[in-house]
């Protein structure tokens, strides 16, 4: 096979060219072809892998290959930084593409040798953490990173409709699998704390752009959204409140709740970007039995409550958590106990359900920055995403960003966010958490 008998069947989606970018690319997508099927005869097709407005820190593209001879198939998930300079600068591309790579060539390899350890069976879903993609190959190649991934779609598992409410079970099924991946940290630190000492230092994407005034502006903007969406004579309160919360700069905001060494010894290594369209669901007559975690570009070493918030606070409404968070904080908890057992530590001693409450008191917060970031973007529909290559260029030529965040909007959804929002400031009040 080679470069120019690929053929692609794209239809304009962001990201779409007529090959892969790079020749390096192509060359190590037939490479892992070639390997996995184990023949030099193979048809493959390209085509785009995500669609506008799913994914804003890289390019993400499908290879559907199929020996001639064997009829055996492998579909792969390529995942390129974005090509354009601009969006590569504002959108953390090179860093990002460090931290993922790490997770999947460092991080996680050493949870799956820590499990083994222990007797568990890393295939065995039900039994183990194992809930991420496979990873063929990654390239940290300056301006041709790159990580190739096995497709998911083709066993089932899909995204979830962000613009849908998702039913408990989802919640559970995020609750349960975030349990088990916090457990893994949280014990290896008690048996083997040199293995992820080395992990302890990583630095938060967020503040690489500190002194970015642009970000900030950025943050003022959405900010500013937020605090007209609430009623300020009918609910004083959580106006003022919010308003204090938000007092100050977003980035030292962001330092503090995302530095580790003020959550110990409760920090562990977080997913760190948990909102929907990083999880892929499997359903069975609607009910969803399995789920992956995509995206570890934002890995940190923070509170293991980061996560949750960032999850609960963009993915529910209030009336949601006004019927299950509590509940679902539950659900969290015994599963990080029980696989804590399982791995060999004691979870009343690493981390009682007390520390859970002190941790969620302490930066629970962040679920509502998240909010202000997330919501934005989870409410507007896909055609009414803005080009995020021209807006990253208004960014990096210092333009006035007023006009770029009023484009986050759909009319017929901005019902949907006031009352999100709004519900996730009052939640913020009612918890104690700001």
């Given at each position: 096979m080679s470069y120019d008998e690929v053929t692609m069947c794209l239809d304009g989606k962001d990201g779409a060219t007529a090959t892969l970018p790079k020749a390096s690319y192509q060359k190590?997508?037939?490479?892992?072809?070639?390997?996995?099927?184990?023949?030099?005869?193979?048809?493959?097709?390209?085509?785009?892998?995500?669609?506008?407005?799913?994914?804003?820190?890289?390019?993400?593209?499908?290879?559907?290959?199929?020996?001639?001879?064997?009829?055996?198939?492998?579909?792969?998930?390529?995942?390129?930084?974005?090509?354009?300079?601009?969006?590569?600068?504002?959108?953390?591309?090179?860093?990002s593409f460090e931290r993922e790579i790490s997770f999947y060539t460092e991080i996680y390899p050493m949870m799956v040798e820590f499990q083994r350890e222990k007797g568990i069976n890393v295939e065995d879903g039900s039994e183990a953490f194992n809930q991420i993609p496979h990873c063929y190959q990654t390239s940290l190649v300056e301006l041709e990173e790159a990580i190739m991934m096995g497709d998911l779609k083709e066993f089932g598992f899909e995204m979830f409709d962000r613009h849908q409410?998702?039913?408990?079970?989802h919640f559970e099924l995020v609750m349960r699998t975030l349990g088990r991946y916090h457990a893994l940290s949280l014990a290896l630190k008690d048996q083997h704390p040199e293995r992820i000492e080395p992990h302890k230092s990583m630095v938060e994407l967020f503040t690489t752009r500190e002194d970015d005034g642009q970000m900030d502006q950025w943050f003022t903007m959405l900010t500013t959204r937020m605090m007209e969406a609430l009623d300020q004579e009918q609910d004083p309160e959580v106006y003022e409140k919010v308003k204090n919360a938000m007092d100050g700069t977003f980035m030292d905001k962001i330092k503090e709740l995302t530095n580790g060494k003020l959550a110990e010894p409760y920090a562990v290594i977080c997913h760190g970007d948990c909102w929907n369209n990083n999880m892929l669901f499997k359903h069975e007559n609607g009910i969803p039995v399995d789920i992956r975690l995509l995206d570890w570009q934002i890995a940190r070493y923070a509170s293991p409550v980061l996560d949750l918030m960032y999850f609960?606070?963009?993915?529910?409404?209030?009336?949601?958590?006004?019927?299950?968070?509590?509940?679902l904080l539950?659900?969290?908890?015994?599963?990080?106990?029980?696989?804590?057992r399982r791995l060999g530590s004691d979870p009343e001693k690493l981390f009682p359900?007390?520390?859970?409450?002190?941790?969620?008191?302490?930066?629970?917060?962040?679920?509502?920055?998240?909010?202000?970031?997330?919501?934005?973007?989870?409410?507007?529909?896909?055609?009414?995403?803005?080009?995020?290559?021209?807006?990253?260029?208004?960014?990096?030529?210092g333009a006035d960003l007023s006009a770029e965040v009023d484009n986050f909007r759909s009319e017929s959804t901005e019902g949907i966010y006031r009352e999100k929002i709004v519900g996730c400031c009052q939640d913020m009040v009612q918890l104690g958490y700001i």
């Open positions: 190590m997508l037939e490479d892992i072809v070639h390997r996995e099927l184990d023949s030099d005869d193979v048809a493959m097709e390209l085509s785009a892998g995500s669609n506008k407005g799913d994914n804003y820190m890289g390019v993400v593209f499908r290879a559907q290959a199929e020996c001639r001879q064997s009829g055996k198939k492998l579909n792969v998930i390529i995942k390129l930084p974005p090509q354009n300079e601009a969006r590569r600068n504002q959108f953390f591309t090179r860093p409410e998702q039913k408990f079970e609960l606070f963009t993915a529910s409404t209030k009336r949601f958590r006004d019927k299950h968070y509590e509940t539950d659900i969290y908890h015994q599963s990080l106990s029980s696989f804590m359900r007390k520390a859970l409450d002190d941790q969620l008191k302490k930066f629970g917060r962040f679920g509502l920055f998240m909010a202000v970031m997330l919501l934005p973007v989870i409410t507007t529909k896909s055609e009414d995403v803005p080009d995020l290559e021209e807006m990253a260029e208004k960014m990096e030529s």
